[in-house]
């Protein structure tokens, strides 16, 4: 065998290794997309197969917090005009152009998922909306007060879309939904801020105000109840 023979042997031998590498990598890609097919649903064939439950309640929740998102937009200007300070006023307008952006984030999800936006309404959004409306009939226009509940009753808001978005975000990246969860985390941490800057605002000096509006009747029975608590102590201790 010549030395010309060899070397032409040898390059059809590494050419015939380099083909079978080459078409074992083609068939394990296609296997992980099989299996991946198999585990969101898909058939074999490609064709989709029938919604999972995981998947039906990521769209009702969906669902929820496009309706609360809503709801919120009619609801934030009535709070707005409420407000006795600025700063709230302010705090609820700014988070009002956030919840216009939480909304459209919203619908770009459901586009993610191949679904129409659809608002099913949300029970739990209602009564806490109803319990702001309750806090602006029932406290004194132009007091401190007034804030301080209003206060809280944004941050029952926020608290419950912090809940939906920070469960949604999880249940994305569980279903490898990577651009919905960024999508949803953006909406989560601005209103995470948002309950922050709430607490900020009634911390530095509304509930200081609101705490100065009127006389007050319970440091007394307080102080009543800390004397007869402590002469009781003492009389255990004398036991
Ligand atoms: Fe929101
Ligand atoms: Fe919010």
Request: proline fraction near 1%; glycine fraction near 4%; hydrophobic fraction near 35%.
């Amino acid at each position: 065998m010549t030395t010309y023979t060899l070397h032409y042997l040898f390059i059809n031998l590494k050419f015939f290794i380099m083909k079978q590498n080459e078409k074992n990598k083609n068939q394990n890609a296609q296997n992980r997309i099989s299996s991946k097919s198999a585990t969101s649903g898909r058939g074999s064939n490609g064709q989709k197969g029938q919604e999972s439950l995981l998947e039906k309640f990521f769209t009702d929740q969906l669902k929820d917090i496009y309706y609360a998102e809503q709801k919120l937009l009619k609801a934030i200007p009535k709070m707005a005009q409420a407000c006795t300070t600025e700063e709230l006023e302010d705090a609820f307008n700014d988070h009002l152009k956030q919840t216009e952006r939480h909304v459209k984030r919203l619908e770009k999800v459901f586009q993610i998922i191949g679904k129409k936006p659809e608002a099913e309404k949300c029970e739990a959004i209602e009564g806490i909306v109803k319990e702001a409306e309750t806090i602006i009939n029932e406290t004194k226009q132009e007091s401190m007060t007034r804030d301080a509940a209003l206060i809280i009753a944004a941050q029952k808001v926020e608290h419950y879309e912090i809940a939906t978005y920070g469960g949604l975000v999880q249940l994305a990246l569980t279903m490898e939904l990577h651009r919905a969860a960024d999508i949803l985390d953006k909406t989560l941490m601005e209103e995470e801020d948002t309950d922050r800057l709430l607490t900020e605002i009634a911390e530095n000096y509304i509930n200081i105000h609101a705490e100065e509006e009127g006389d007050r009747t319970w440091q007394k029975e307080e102080q009543g109840q800390d004397e007869s608590e402590t002469s009781n102590t003492m009389a255990s201790y004398s036991m």
